[in-house]
């Protein structure tokens, strides 16, 4: 048994060893392509770069789990959209396709969950305890969120001396009317759920929900029975769907990273370095500094917490789209500790009030380009910008590319011109990585919390501490 075991430790330290020492070697070639020492051999980086993603093949081979698949994915599809970019441009459609089957699943899923969590309980009272303490917390997590965008910027002031591309004048684009709040609140309700379904409006879905919910509550039986046993079956036949598709998941997360490698090239980082640094840096501050130490206050266990949100995360971070890890995330946060009622309540409602990246990142680019145009903005005009936005960033999360919907419009509404969006735009994919991934997991931690301050959590013990 002991030898047996040492075969199986040699044989991993091998296998580590042979993968630490090709990827070495494959960014050693990388970097000496890239600076032009070895023009003579430009088929080494390609090849030891390729030999490294099949050594990584054989590992997810060995651990075959879905997420090591979908990190995998991203890998092989950066160096397909890299090496092949005509290619890899044109695989969008792959992930479009995933995006579309996610998109079928989260209506009726949210509908199930919702019914089943609100009538099967009978416990009105609940309803309205989560959503006053819903919008509490994410009022004041989306708040800090913004402030802390604009420290960021001040500090790092990525739009001081940019020059301005001339083409950029002649550039246009649609720019909504400022959206004042009766607008925003009307846009709550749904007036036909169908077409709340077709448009995507997921906070309408969960407003008609939640209203047929407390309906079907004051329903006395057996019709009662007869919906929820419906609304039941719906959910689980939703969530066995849910898996189906994910199997799909690895080849829209490699399709998606290829088309954006292949469309803009790794080249990109170069231009705006400094704006990605300033916004990358000020997550991970958002993150340590807001999010782990709301974790440390409801004692949630860490690691697990981790492991839990990794897979929804992992897809949201590279189809830039939270509805296409909504249904993971769900199925994850139920299976994590949070009771299924609490979660499709909060995290629907949290892609409307909770976008902490997407806050975050709309203060820091607000002022981003107010520093690439020249103007000066005070204090007071700075802070009236971060209470704008505190309004503008609410129930838009059926909106296409919603932040930089909301960038446009708040640009117009200050003075500010329009011109430093379009250099923006030529990154707004890897910022979209960076801040759908934050909202995702902002949303999954706020179910957390939600359900501790309910009393309703079932974490566990993790073994090994946070």
Same mark, same amino acid.
Request: proline residues 5%; neutral net charge; hydrophobic residues 55%.
């Given at each position: 048994?002991?030898?047996?075991?040492?075969?199986?430790f040699s044989i991993?330290?091998k296998?580590?060893?042979?993968?630490a020492?090709?990827i070495?070697?494959?960014?050693m070639a990388t970097l000496?392509?890239n600076?032009g020492?070895i023009q003579?051999? +430009?088929?080494l980086a +390609?090849?030891?770069?390729w030999?490294a993603i099949?050594?990584?093949?054989?590992?997810c081979?060995?651990?075959?789990?879905?997420?090591?698949?979908i990190?995998?994915? #991203?890998?092989?599809?950066?160096?397909f959209g890299y *090496?092949?970019?005509?290619?890899g441009?044109?695989?969008?459609?792959?992930?479009?396709?995933?995006?579309?089957?996610?998109?079928?699943?989260?209506?009726?899923l949210i509908f199930?969950?919702?019914?089943v969590?609100?009538?099967?309980h009978? *416990?009105?009272k609940?309803v309205?305890r989560?959503?006053?303490?819903?919008?509490?917390y994410f009022?004041?997590v989306?708040t800090?969120?913004?402030?802390?965008?604009?420290f960021a910027?001040n500090?790092?002031k990525?739009?001081?001396g940019?020059?301005?591309?001339?083409?950029?004048?002649s550039?246009?684009?649609d720019v909504?009317?400022?959206?004042?709040?009766?607008e925003?609140?009307?846009?709550?309700?749904p007036?036909?759920?169908a077409k709340?379904?077709?448009?995507?409006?997921?906070l309408?879905?969960?407003v008609f929900?939640?209203l047929?919910a407390i309906?079907?509550?004051?329903?006395k039986e057996?019709h009662?029975t007869?919906m929820?046993?419906?609304?039941?079956s719906l959910t689980?036949? #939703?969530?066995?769907f849910?898996?189906?598709?994910?199997?799909f998941?690895p080849?829209?997360?490699?399709a998606a990273?290829a088309?954006?490698?292949?469309h803009m090239g790794?080249?990109i980082?170069?231009?705006?370095?400094?704006l990605l640094?300033?916004l990358?840096v000020?997550l991970?501050?958002?993150?340590?500094?807001?999010l782990?130490?709301?974790?440390l206050w409801?004692?949630l266990?860490?690691?697990?917490?981790?492991?839990?949100v990794?897979?929804?995360?992992?897809?949201a971070?590279s189809?830039t789209?939270?509805?296409?890890a909504l249904p993971?995330?769900?199925?994850a946060?139920?299976?994590?500790?949070v009771?299924?009622?609490?979660?499709?309540?909060?995290?629907p409602?949290?892609?409307?009030?909770?976008? *902490?990246?997407?806050?975050?990142?709309l203060?820091?680019?607000?002022?981003?380009?107010?520093?690439?145009?020249g103007?000066?903005l005070?204090?007071?005009q700075?802070?009236?910008i971060?209470?704008?936005?505190?309004?503008?960033?609410k129930?838009i999360a059926g909106?296409?590319?919603?932040?930089?919907?909301?960038?446009?419009?708040?640009a117009t509404s200050?003075?500010?011109?329009?011109?430093?969006i379009f250099i923006?735009?030529?990154?707004?994919?890897?910022?979209d990585?960076?801040?759908t991934t934050?909202?995702l997991?902002g949303?999954?931690l706020?179910?957390?919390?939600?359900?501790?301050?309910?009393?309703?959590a *079932?974490?566990?013990?993790e073994?090994?501490?946070i």
């Amino acid at each position: 048994m002991q030898q047996q075991e040492n075969t199986g430790f040699s044989i991993r330290s091998k296998f580590l060893l042979l993968s630490a020492i090709t990827i070495l070697l494959a960014i050693m070639a990388t970097l000496a392509e890239n600076y032009g020492w070895i023009q003579n051999l +430009p088929w080494l980086a +390609p090849v030891l770069r390729w030999a490294a993603i099949l050594v990584l093949s054989y590992g997810c081979w060995r651990r075959n789990s879905l997420t090591t698949w979908i990190l995998f994915s #991203m890998v092989i599809g950066a160096e397909f959209g890299y *090496d092949f970019p005509a290619i890899g441009s044109e695989m969008k459609i792959v992930s479009k396709i995933f995006l579309k089957l996610i998109k079928t699943i989260i209506a009726p899923l949210i509908f199930g969950t919702l019914v089943v969590g609100i009538a099967g309980h009978s *416990d009105l009272k609940q309803v309205g305890r989560m959503g006053w303490k819903s919008i509490l917390y994410f009022e004041i997590v989306t708040t800090v969120a913004l402030f802390i965008g604009l420290f960021a910027i001040n500090i790092s002031k990525a739009g001081v001396g940019i020059n301005l591309p001339p083409t950029a004048e002649s550039e246009k684009m649609d720019v909504p009317p400022p959206v004042g709040w009766q607008e925003t609140v009307l846009h709550i309700f749904p007036e036909n759920i169908a077409k709340s379904i077709a448009d995507g409006q997921v906070l309408q879905i969960v407003v008609f929900s939640i209203l047929f919910a407390i309906g079907l509550a004051l329903v006395k039986e057996p019709h009662k029975t007869h919906m929820l046993s419906f609304a039941e079956s719906l959910t689980e036949v #939703m969530f066995k769907f849910t898996g189906i598709v994910m199997y799909f998941a690895p080849f829209a997360v490699g399709a998606a990273i290829a088309y954006t490698v292949g469309h803009m090239g790794f080249g990109i980082l170069k231009n705006l370095f400094s704006l990605l640094a300033t916004l990358y840096v000020a997550l991970i501050v958002f993150i340590l500094g807001v999010l782990l130490p709301v974790a440390l206050w409801i004692k949630l266990p860490i690691r697990k917490f981790i492991n839990a949100v990794a897979e929804p995360a992992t897809i949201a971070f590279s189809t830039t789209s939270s509805e296409a890890a909504l249904p993971k995330a769900l199925q994850a946060m139920e299976k994590f500790g949070v009771p299924r009622k609490i979660a499709a309540f909060v995290l629907p409602a949290g892609y409307s009030f909770n976008l *902490d990246g997407s806050t975050l990142y709309l203060s820091l680019a607000t002022i981003f380009v107010a520093q690439a145009a020249g103007v000066h903005l005070d204090i007071g005009q700075q802070v009236l910008i971060l209470l704008t936005l505190m309004l503008t960033t609410k129930g838009i999360a059926g909106v296409p590319r919603a932040s930089l919907v909301i960038l446009m419009a708040t640009a117009t509404s200050f003075g500010l011109p329009v011109e430093p969006i379009f250099i923006i735009l030529g990154i707004d994919e890897l910022m979209d990585m960076a801040r759908t991934t934050v909202n995702l997991v902002g949303n999954c931690l706020a179910s957390c919390v939600i359900a501790k301050w309910e009393g309703e959590a *079932d974490f566990g013990k993790e073994e090994e501490g946070i």
